[in-house]
């Protein structure tokens, strides 16, 4: 591991000056369970380490704030699975939480960290793209809220700018019932990164979000508005035919270790049939009286 030095500020405004003061030579710190591994395998050779569990704008706590579900920069996986808000409301990002790692992984590896890593395998990303969740990021000029769509550019690279740090996420409170869920396909049983990850979320309105990871150097989010994906009575053959158009998005690596472009492509079409119609009968089962 390449020396570096390691900073633990108590102010935001600290933090956001090292990181505009070094650049690409800052990396934030969180639960680490990204970082630490990078900067002991030598892929990251930072100068210095902005450790922000000190800051003290900065928590961990899921708050209800205005119309919207907000997680700080510092809430793990371990509170995300836990919390009966998200359990009843964003059931895919329990899912998905509960997919991450290991339990000792959970309890550090925070859902930010999670995005900012801009891993195209990250597990959490498909549900917060299916939920239309956004990025809240303060740097020197300033705070911003940016859907996170526009967040990922491929791999460990994200538009945040110059000295910002991603503060909060925040999830738009549901405004009817809906129908959601997290799948994912792996190599083999137990800890492994995803092969292809998928979140799918039906509403009343007939609108189909769907979102899928690990098949491109990014997540992608596709929306169907036709409301003929959400239709329980559409035969799998269309459902399939519409699929095929909303995965135009994605295109996996030729070279990846894990699991060939074939194969990748393939699941995902298997994912997509599953996560429509566990989706839209979770949103029966909601609209039961
Ligand atoms: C054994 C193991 C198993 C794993 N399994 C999975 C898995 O199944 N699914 C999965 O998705 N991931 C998995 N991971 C990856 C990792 O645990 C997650 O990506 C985790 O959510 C990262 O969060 P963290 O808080 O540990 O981030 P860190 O390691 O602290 O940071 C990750 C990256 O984000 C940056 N960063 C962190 N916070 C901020 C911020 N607030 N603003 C700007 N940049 C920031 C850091 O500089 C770094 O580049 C696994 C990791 C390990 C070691």
Do not use: W
Not at 34 to 57: A, F, N, Y
Not at 255 to 278: C, F, I, N, Q
């Amino acid at each position: 591991m390449r020396p570096f030095e390691y900073e633990r500020p108590s102010e935001l405004a600290q933090a956001t000056s090292l990181l505009a003061e070094y650049g690409p030579e800052a990396r934030p710190l969180a639960g680490g369970t990204d970082l630490i591994i990078r900067l002991r395998d030598g892929s990251l050779r930072p100068r210095v380490v902005v450790d922000m569990k000190g800051i003290d704008e900065l928590d961990g706590d899921i708050r209800d704030d205005d119309g919207y579900l907000r997680f700080g920069a510092l809430t793990t996986m371990t509170d995300i699975a836990a919390d009966s808000r998200v359990r009843r409301d964003y059931p895919a990002l329990a899912e998905s939480a509960l997919f991450v790692g290991s339990v000792q992984i959970r309890n550090r590896a925070t859902l930010v960290g999670n995005m900012c890593n801009a891993s195209p395998a990250a597990d959490t990303a498909p549900a917060l793209l299916a939920y239309g969740a956004l990025i809240v990021a303060t740097g020197p000029s300033g705070t911003r809220h940016l859907p996170l769509e526009e967040f990922f550019v491929r791999s460990g690279v994200t538009t945040l700018a110059r000295g910002e740090l991603v503060v909060a996420i925040e999830l738009p409170r549901p405004t009817s019932s809906r129908g959601s869920v997290h799948l994912r396909r792996t190599r083999r049983r137990g800890h492994d990164l995803a092969s292809v990850t998928l979140a799918c979320a039906v509403t009343p309105d007939g609108k189909t979000r769907i979102a899928y990871g690990s098949v491109g150097p990014r997540p992608v989010l596709a929306i169907d508005d036709s409301g003929r994906l959400a239709d329980p009575s559409l035969p799998d053959t269309d459902k399939a035919g519409l699929l095929d158009r909303l995965f135009a998005g994605a295109s996996p690596s030729p070279t990846s270790m894990r699991a060939s472009p074939e194969y990748r492509l393939a699941m995902l079409r298997v994912l997509g049939l599953r996560g429509v119609k566990a989706a839209i009968d979770r949103l029966a089962s909601a609209q039961a009286p």
